[in-house]
C-alpha cells in the first residue's frame, strides 16, 4: 500500500512539473488592427494576430480576445492569445501575408 501511495505522489509530480514546463514556454502575443470600420478593423487584429504567431514558431492555445475603441473617424482593436512553442516558424512578410 504504501508503494502504492508512493507511485501515486510521484504520478502527480511528475504532472505537476510537466504543466509547470509547459507554462514556461507560452507567452501572451498581441496585435493591433486601425480601420474605419468596426468589423474590419476587427479583421485587422486577429489576421495581424494569426501570422504573428505563425511568424514565431508559436501555436495558440485558448481564446483570442478583442477589444476595441472608437476613435471618431476610426476604430482600433487589439487581439491577443497565449501561444506556446511547438509550432514551425513561417515566412512573413509583415503581419499580412505568410507562406
Known sequence: MRSMTLGLAAA???GALSAAA???DCKRIA???QMLTHDT???FSTNALKNTIASKGLVGQ???KTTCEDEGATT???SSQM???GGTPKSCLGA???F
Open 12 to 14: 502527480v509530480l511528475m
Open 62 to 64: 485558448g481564446p483570442v
Open 31 to 33: 496585435a493591433v488592427g
Open 83 to 85: 501561444a506556446c512553442t
Open 96 to 98: 499580412w501575408l505568410c
Open 22 to 24: 509547459q507554462a514556461g
Open 41 to 43: 478593423a476587427v479583421l
Open 76 to 78: 482600433t482593436c487589439r
